[in-house]
C-alpha cells in the first residue's frame, strides 16, 4: 500500500498562508487520485479538495478561491497552497491517495498535520 507523509502545517495568523505537501512512497502503483481532508475538533472529517491524475481538480466550497490543489505526476506527492487564512481553516489536515496496483485499489491516509489559524 502507498505510504503518505505530509508536511507544511503550523500557526499562521488570518489573512496568511501555508503550503501543506503530501509525499508518497511505495513501488508498482499508479496514483488515481490524490486529496486533502481535515477534521476540527468535534467535527467530522471533511473533504476540502481533490484532484486527479489527469490534473482536475474539485474544492468544497468553503475554501473555492483561496486553496488550489496540484500534484506532481513525476513525484507522485500533491500539494495543498492555502491563502486567505481563516480561523475555520484550524483543523488537523490529512492526506489521501487512490492508488492501483494490478487489479486492486487502494486508500491510504497520512498521519495528518495541525493547521492552526489564530484571529
Known amino acids: 500500500q502507498v505510504q503518505l507523509v505530509e508536511s507544511g502545517g503550523g500557526l499562521v495568523q488570518a489573512g496568511g498562508s501555508l503550503r501543506l505537501s503530501c509525499a508518497t512512497s511505495g513501488s508498482g502503483f499508479s496514483i488515481d487520485a490524490m486529496g486533502w481532508y481535515r477534521q476540527a475538533p468535534g467535527k467530522q472529517r471533511e473533504s476540502v479538495a481533490i484532484?486527479?491524475?489527469?490534473?482536475?481538480?474539485n474544492y468544497a466550497d468553503s475554501v473555492k478561491g483561496r486553496f488550489t490543489i496540484s500534484m506532481d505526476n513525476a513525484k507522485n506527492t500533491a500539494y495543498l497552497q492555502m491563502n486567505s487564512l481563516k480561523p475555520e481553516d484550524t483543523a488537523v489536515y490529512y492526506c489521501n491517495a487512490v492508488s492501483r496496483r494490478g487489479m486492486m485499489t487502494y486508500y491510504s491516509w497520512g498521519q495528518g498535520t495541525q493547521v492552526t489559524v489564530s484571529s
Open positions: 484532484i486527479t491524475s489527469g490534473g482536475s481538480p
